[in-house]
């Protein structure tokens, strides 16, 4: 969990090193995979790596930058993620501003960027037809830019509302922290989004000379990925960048100067604005990139991060120290990195972090005096390979971003799986960066509420205090006592046996009282994974916001319980996703063999009967407290969500709906509330993929045999429920909110879910999506998150719109975007014929999109038979349907649906203190009061 937070806020980079193909074990190819690659390097130096596959379902590109957030000038701090705002705004060929993004949205496509530390990367997504043309408006950016005076301060404001949007966030706050503490002459100690003063004097001159100094083409890699020839992507590749201008830049060198070694225990102290309880240790270890093939990084965290019995997990939370535990790396640049361990602190725990610490470092002296973990190193390799050979490697701007940094990194010989595929292990390189793990190495942060603070970090305000110590406290770090409790990973239950493909199997199924299984053999992926989907819904008597709070508590026990045997399904090549809620407790499992249906199995036989002591639950009852009441701190735009979600559906309550009453919550009332929700109900279970048709129906019989309850008659179960909205009769949910930022939210119900109506909410999304963003955030500069488009709740379809800002009150947000979105029907309509076909095309192309594994295709098919009563031709329709669109017809029902008069809407205007409180009248002041007179259906 802690790995994916960060790598939406750090974007880990791609390792690097001169090594060949023979590092690697020989690739083996799925009879399915049709992929073919090519490697080149264009005469200006750009290297280019290229992917033909039949089975795409949209054409993508990725070009990456050696220049990131290290590279900023001190005196423009932000510069670089500066400048990559600024390419979007206008070329030489296409000076339109919103040229680029028009093309690709009406196009059915998606773009975006973002500035690391040491790189920064582009990429778009298309629909195949199209990719010619966006390659050519995309190059662009990379050889005549215009850095437009007038759209150089605006930019500036979207860059200052981007930092604004996080001055609420702790872990933004915390590597903030960090950045004043670091060596202030490196490169690492500079706030690397950049505000309003750090970039006041970035003029388009300014701008244009960071560009030259560091885009040039042979500091650069591209991947362009589709359906065309290899030879026809060469074509496109060679045309659109051969362009780019080399210029004459000295060598990139970048030293690991921002934490030096020092003979004593660092620690800051910071005051959250959430309830935390969070210890960060930070080590400088050398770069990964060197040790690919064996991946040296990986295999030490799977170490540490380890669940099971002996590590270090399970030592910390037996001994009441923390809840959770992980670790990551941050790949800063080619020459070096940092490991964080990151532990979530019990009250025990922050009144003993030293004992935390030292625990940790015996457990390093444990791996250090152990032998090398060859068979678990092996376990992983096998694995690794299975998934290269056999999961989907992904498809559009995803993957186009991902070969193209590990082109930018790695050498163009094994770059589309140098970082995933595993190799023989190295034990010298694992020792190395076990030996870079010292208390001389590391600096430590530590967040909780009453902290002892004396210092304010400069750029979101936040209170932290830190101290260096030398004494008794950092020599015990450095000679930790040994626990004998501590061992090596033992054998791991859920690794999956025989891989052997199995033939085709006509499809089986179960339709029981109390049990439903749907059967579908894989017949196009021929991967010898399965996926086994099961949902638990309860019975209407348990929609009460007592049950909503239980839960709560219950699903944080049951991930603490099952940590242990996750890791191990984690490492035998399992990926699964839990959810349990009023609506329902789904699972869903896949993998290799029959692993997939041992570990649902072995999950649901324990849903009630694993054990709590009251040390555990006291501390876990702690955290849930802690989280409930940091809901408060949640961006604006996110808790404009939810409070949507509260109005529309019949159950859904707030997390903080209960404070009071969740402070006394025992596991009693837990265990108890969990047993009557497993009680009566149904089990919809869905498997696919290389499973026998005995051997899905026997895991489907134990799921409902574990589970136990009583079956419901249809009417009796809690199904989901949408408002019913009333023509004219918009509900309005307005509220104050803390931090900085106000936000509006609106939902527009389509009059119906028909395919012709489902068809025209597709092309109305993609179609003023670029129109809405343009204006409102780029022309208007009313906040960083600014974003609108088409969606469904449960069966209706709505269009959604959406504002959060710094500078605006909710009530200017919605009059502004109110006034825009009406202009857009009568913008649609006005169309050129071209365009209008070029926007049917997009929404086909979206709409179109097959799955691309098996775990995808189940969950399309359980979304079928489950949420859609067995709607199996219900893409078919809507793709029928968008070839029967009117342009006009559709202006008009875009019209009906937004009109004052005839819309069905919810808007929330949520108010920061900093802003005018909304004066629209709210439609109640008590939710659950007036939910209670409204009619659902």
């Avoid at 860059?159 to 609420?168: D, G, L, T």
């Avoid at 210029?247 to 005051?271: G, Y």
């Amino acid at each position: 969990m802690l790995t994916r937070l960060l790598c939406l806020l750090l974007i880990v980079s791609a390792p690097a090193f001169a090594a060949t193909d023979s590092a690697l074990p020989p690739r083996e190819v799925a009879p399915t995979d049709k992929a073919e690659f090519r490697r080149l390097t264009l005469d200006n130096g750009l290297k280019v790596l290229l992917v033909s596959d039949a089975n795409f379902n949209k054409s993508a590109a990725s070009l990456v930058v050696s220049v990131g957030q290290i590279d900023d000038p001190f005196e423009h701090a932000g510069l670089a993620h500066f400048l990559e705002h600024m390419l979007f705004l206008g070329t030489e060929k296409y000076p339109d501003v919103s040229e680029y993004s028009a093309y690709i949205t009406a196009n059915g496509g998606y773009n975006n960027a973002y500035t690391s530390t040491d790189h920064t990367n582009y990429q778009f997504e298309v629909r195949h037809e199209a990719l010619e043309g966006a390659l050519d408006r995309f190059a662009q950016f990379f050889i005549a830019p215009l850095f437009v005076a007038d759209y150089t301060e605006r930019e500036v404001n979207a860059v200052h509302n981007e930092a604004m949007r996080h001055v609420q966030n702790d872990l933004r706050r915390m590597l903030n922290v960090r950045r004043e503490l670091y060596s202030p002459e490196a490169g690492e100690s500079k706030f690397s989004t950049g505000n309003k003063d750090t970039l006041a004097n970035a003029t388009p001159a300014i701008v244009r000379e960071f560009y030259e100094n560091h885009y040039s083409a042979d500091r650069m890699a591209l991947a362009i990925t589709g359906t065309a020839s290899l030879d026809e992507l060469e074509r496109m590749a060679r045309v659109s960048f051969s362009p780019i201008p080399v210029r004459d830049l000295p060598a990139i060198e970048r030293e690991p100067t921002f934490l030096p070694h020092k003979e004593a225990l660092r620690l800051a102290t910071i005051e959250p604005v959430r309830e935390l309880r969070q210890l960060w240790m930070e080590f400088v270890i050398p770069s990964t990139r060197p040790h690919f093939a064996s991946k040296t990084d990986a295999f030490l965290l799977s170490l540490l991060n380890y669940a099971g019995k002996g590590g270090l997990v399970e030592y910390l939370k037996d001994a009441d120290l923390a809840t959770s535990v992980g670790g990551f790396t941050w790949t800063r640049t080619t020459g070096y990195e940092s490991l964080f361990i990151s532990a979530d602190l019990t009250p025990n725990g922050a009144d003993n972090i030293q004992q935390v610490m030292e625990t940790f470092f015996a457990y390093i002296e444990h791996l250090k005096d152990s032998p090398f973990p060859a068979d678990f190193y092996a376990d992983q390799a096998r694995i690794a390979n299975l998934q290269e050979t056999f999961e989907d490697r992904g498809e559009g701007a995803n993957l186009a971003t991902r070969l193209a940094n590990n082109a930018l990194f790695f050498p163009l010989d094994v770059a589309e799986r140098a970082d995933i595929a595993w190799g023989e292990p190295d034990e010298a390189a694992y020792r190395e960066f076990l030996g870079a793990l010292t208390p001389d190495n590391m600096l430590v942060t530590f967040q909780a509420k009453g902290v002892p603070t004396d210092r304010t970090e400069e750029i979101y305000g936040t209170a932290y205090g830190y101290s260096e110590t030398a004494g008794d406290d950092y020599n015990h770090l450095v000679n930790p006592p040994a626990i004998d409790s501590f061992a090596l990973p033992s054998a791991n239950p859920f690794l999956p046996g025989e891989t052997k493909l199995i033939a085709e199997r006509p499809l089986s199924l179960i339709d029981e009282a109390g049990l439903q299984l749907y059967y579908a053999q894989d017949v196009e992926f021929e991967r010898p994974q399965a996926t086994v989907q099961m949902r638990f819904v309860p019975t209407r008597d348990m929609g009460t916001a007592e049950t909503d709070l239980l839960l709560r508590f219950f699903e944080t026990c049951l991930y603490d319980a099952f940590e242990a045997a996750a890791g191990d399904a984690s490492v035998a090549g399992l990926s699964y996703s839990v959810d349990i809620g009023m609506e329902g407790f789904d699972l869903a499992v896949t993998g290799f063999a029959d692993s997939p249906a041992r570990f649902i199995e072995y999950v649901t036989e324990r849903l009630l009967d694993f054990e709590i002591t009251p040390t555990r639950f006291a501390s876990l009852h702690e955290r849930v407290m802690r989280n409930l009441r940091s809901y408060d701190q949640t961006e604006a735009y996110q808790l404009a969500s939810h409070r949507s979600s509260a109005a529309l559906r019949e159950f859904y309550f707030l997390p903080n709906h209960s404070l009071e009453r969740a402070e006394s919550v025992t596991w009693d009332e837990v265990h108890d509330l969990a047993t009557r929700y497993f009680a009566t109900g149904k089990v919809e279970v869905l498997v696919h993929g290389h499973l026998t048709p005995e051997r899905a129906i026997e895991s489907a019989r134990a799921i409902a045999d574990a589970i136990g309850a009583e079956p419901a008659a249809e009417h009796e179960l809690l199904r989901r429920r949408q408002l019913e909205l009333a023509a004219g009769e918009p509900v309005i949910d307005t509220g104050a909110i803390e931090g900085v930022n106000s936000t509006y939210r609106a939902n527009y119900l389509l009059p119906d879910a028909t395919p012709a109506e489902r068809a025209a909410a597709e092309v109305i999304g993609t179609f003023m999506s670029e129109p809405f963003f343009t204006e409102l955030r780029t022309k208007q500069q009313l906040g960083y998150i600014v974003g609108s488009g088409a969606g469904s709740a449960a069966e209706d379809m709505l269009l959604l719109y959406v504002i959060q800002s710094s500078t605006h009150a909710a009530d200017d947000l919605r009059q502004r975007a109110e006034t825009f979105i009406a202009t857009l029907p009568d913008q649609l309509a006005a169309l050129p014929t071209e365009q209008w076909e070029t926007l049917l095309a997009g929404a086909r192309s979206s709409l179109g999109e097959k799955p691309k594994s098996i775990a995808d295709k189940t969950g399309v098919l359980f979304a079928r038979a489950y949420d859609h009563g067995g709607d199996w031709e219900r893409q078919h329709d809507t793709l029928a349907a968008i070839d029967q669109l009117d342009q006009a017809a559709t202006a008009a029902l875009f019209r009906r649906i937004i009109t004052p008069d005839t819309a069905k809407s919810v808007i929330v205007l949520l108010s920061s203190g900093d802003h005018a409180p909304s004066e629209a009248p709210a439609s109640f002041s008590d939710r659950e009061a007036w939910k209670a007179e409204q009619q659902f259906n």
